[in-house]
């Protein structure tokens, strides 16, 4: 069966900081992976997506994310956050979407 | 495009009775997905659709509840004789499957709270 972790589950951290979310997964086939954003009182947006092809991908809000085959791992990374990127952000597998528990971060000015 | 829309937004009901959460995907999406969502926790998937055909269901969607998409649109989540346990948040989703990577699109959710 598939399953996702997350590493952290809340990360507090300063404007500026660079930001990294972990993110392993556990599934056999061909692997789609996703990580989803959820700002304060709104709904889910999709923040990056890999399916194929270069296996670092960038996303919106400058987001990127790496895809390590050999570490199981979809690691979600932001050089230099701001306050704007206080959000819970999940990790997500596959078609039929198997999420992590998702990493509460919390941006202090 | 308006995006995924779900309504109520906010349900609150006694143990025992039913309620149903309607869920319109975007239009030209053939495929629509429910999730359960509790706290601290990442959406569960529930069950979905492809046009109207319900092709798969969780474990987690007991035989109190159901889902229709009667004509491939817009779908109904029904939950009967409600308990405790049921209070979530209710979220849809939904995809064009014929998209080189399929990606879906959520819903803002229906929270439920069953007294």
């Known amino acids: 069966a598939q399953s996702v972790s997350q590493h952290n589950h809340h990360v507090i951290l300063s404007e500026a900081a660079s930001l990294e979310l972990g993110c392993n997964y556990s599934?056999?086939?061909?692997?789609?992976l996703f990580w989803y954003v959820q700002y304060p009182g709104q709904h889910l947006q999709l923040l990056l997506k890999?399916?194929?092809?270069?296996?670092l991908v960038k996303g919106i809000k400058g987001f990127e994310a790496e895809f390590i085959k050999s570490k199981f791992s979809f690691n979600l990374r932001k050089p230099s956050v701001q306050w704007s990127d206080t959000a819970e952000y999940f990790c997500?597998?596959?078609?039929?979407?198997?999420f992590g528990a998702g990493t509460q971060v919390v941006v202090t000015p | 495009d308006t995006g995924v829309s779900q309504d109520p937004r906010h349900k609150i009901t006694k143990r025992g009775q039913n309620v149903t959460f309607r869920c319109d995907p975007i239009?030209?999406?053939?495929?629509l997905y429910w999730y359960r969502q509790t706290l601290g926790q990442g959406p569960e998937f529930l069950t979905y659709?492809?046009?109207?055909?319900?092709?798969?269901k969780s474990r987690l969607l007991s035989d109190r509840f159901s889902a229709e998409r009667p004509k491939g649109s817009f779908s109904t989540l029904e939950i009967q004789r409600t308990e405790q346990g049921d209070s979530a948040m209710y979220l849809c989703?939904?995809?064009?499957?014929?998209?080189?990577?399929?990606?879906?699109?959520f819903g803002p959710g229906t929270r439920l709270l069953v007294l």
């Open positions: 997500a597998v596959r078609g039929k979407l198997q």
């Open positions: 659709f492809q046009n109207e055909a319900q092709l798969e």
């Open positions: 890999y399916f194929s092809g270069d296996p």
């Open positions: 239009s030209e999406h053939n495929r």
């Open positions: 599934y056999g086939g061909t692997v789609n």
């Open positions: 989703a939904s995809s064009y499957s014929g998209q080189a990577g399929e990606t879906q699109y």
